[in-house]
T-cell receptor
Framework: AQSVTQLDSHVSVSEGTPVLLRCNYSSSYSPSLFWYVQHPNKGLQLLLKYTSAATLVKGINGFEAEFKKSETSFHLTKPSAHMSDAAEYFC????????????FGTGTRLQVFP | DTGVSQNPRHKITKRGQNVTFRCDPI?????LYWYRQTLGQGPEFLTYFQNEAQLEKSRLLSDRFSAERPKGSFSTLEIQRTEQGDSAMYLC???????????????FGPGTRLTVL
């Protein structure tokens, strides 16, 4: 079965410093992987998606993620954090038989300090 | 607003009462999903519809839960005899099956937060 593991439940950074949110996946096939962001009292928003094309995926708001098959990882990065980046981030893998059905990690809460 | 909408946004109920939530998907979307998110966890799949047919139900969906999508448009999720463990955020999402972007076309609503006292 497909699954994702988010290695950090909380990450704190200072504004202007790099962000790294870590995710490992488990899948017996080439997966579709996503990062979603959830701001308080707002719906889930797709940041970026990997579907076996380019291994480095660029998303919205300056985020990007790199698919590394050898490490079964799909870490999310951003060169410079902004205060508005503070939110909950979810690493997600799609179900093999139904690619619209999403399997979420437990989330990483990102705090950004001024 | 052409996004996914959910009503009510918040619901507080007493244990043992029945509650019903509504989801209005994006109008041209033929798939509709329900997820449940408890505090500190990621959303978990509950069930999904393609048009009016309910095609899959999670083991998380006990007999007290029922979902419908009678005309292939809006959907309702009913919980009977609520328990404190049902307290969670209930999320609805919609997508267009067969769309070129696949799950890129999955959009989430803002959720209904249920509190069972």
């Amino acid at each position: 079965a497909q699954s994702v593991t988010q290695l950090d439940s909380h990450v704190s950074v200072s504004e202007g410093t790099p962000v790294l949110l870590r995710c490992n996946y488990s899948s017996s096939y080439s997966p579709s992987l996503f990062w979603y962001v959830q701001h308080p009292n707002k719906g889930l928003q797709l940041l970026l998606k990997y579907t076996s094309a380019a291994t480095l995926v660029k998303g919205i708001n300056g985020f990007e993620a790199e698919f590394k098959k050898s490490e079964t990882s799909f870490h999310l990065t951003k060169p410079s954090a902004h205060m508005s980046d503070a939110a909950e981030y979810f690493c997600v893998v799609s179900d093999r038989r139904n690619t619209d059905k999403l399997i979420f990690g437990t989330g990483t809460r990102l705090q950004v300090f001024p | 607003d052409t996004g996914v909408s959910q009503n009510p946004r918040h619901k507080i109920t007493k244990r043992g009462q029945n509650v019903t939530f509504r989801c209005d998907p994006i109008s041209e979307h033929n798939r509709l999903y329900w997820y449940r998110q408890t505090l500190g966890q990621g959303p978990e799949f509950l069930t999904y519809f393609q048009n009016e047919a309910q095609l899959e139900k999670s083991r998380l969906l006990s007999d007290r839960f029922s979902a419908e999508r009678p005309k292939g448009s809006f959907s309702t999720l009913e919980i009977q005899r609520t328990e404190q463990g049902d307290s969670a955020m209930y999320l609805c999402a919609s997508s267009l099956a067969g769309g070129l972007a696949g799950a890129m076309s999955t959009f989430f609503g803002p959720g209904t937060r249920l509190t069972v006292l």
